[in-house]
């Protein structure tokens, strides 16, 4: 994988495991909360490993069904988009 998509990888899921950490904390506090769209869509755009440690380190939204599904979902759709592009183009030097 080109450099820039590992980094894109990298920073994606650390925004999405730090805002189910936020959005946790804000939930104790009775605060505002994060939007659930954004939460997910940080997920659907590459943070999906992110969200799903987060969301077990930190006990939230594993009872929504739309989290406790989709969020594996969309790993497990990444993850086969991973195999498919290394199966198609193998694993080119960084």
Do not use: C
Not at 8 to 34: H, V
Not at 49 to 76: D, E, S, Y
């Amino acid at each position: 994988m080109p450099q820039a998509v590992i980094y894109y990888l990298i920073i994606t899921n650390i925004l999405s495991f730090i805002a189910f950490g936020i959005d946790k904390a804000k939930a104790k506090r009775k605060k505002y909360r994060t939007p659930e769209a954004l939460l997910l869509t940080l997920a659907a755009i590459g943070g999906s490993a992110g969200a799903l440690l987060g969301m077990m380190l930190f006990h939230h939204k594993t009872l929504h069904p739309k989290f406790a599904v989709g969020v594996p979902l969309i790993l497990l759709v990444h993850i086969a988009i991973g195999v498919l592009l290394y199966l198609r183009f193998g694993w080119p030097a960084v």
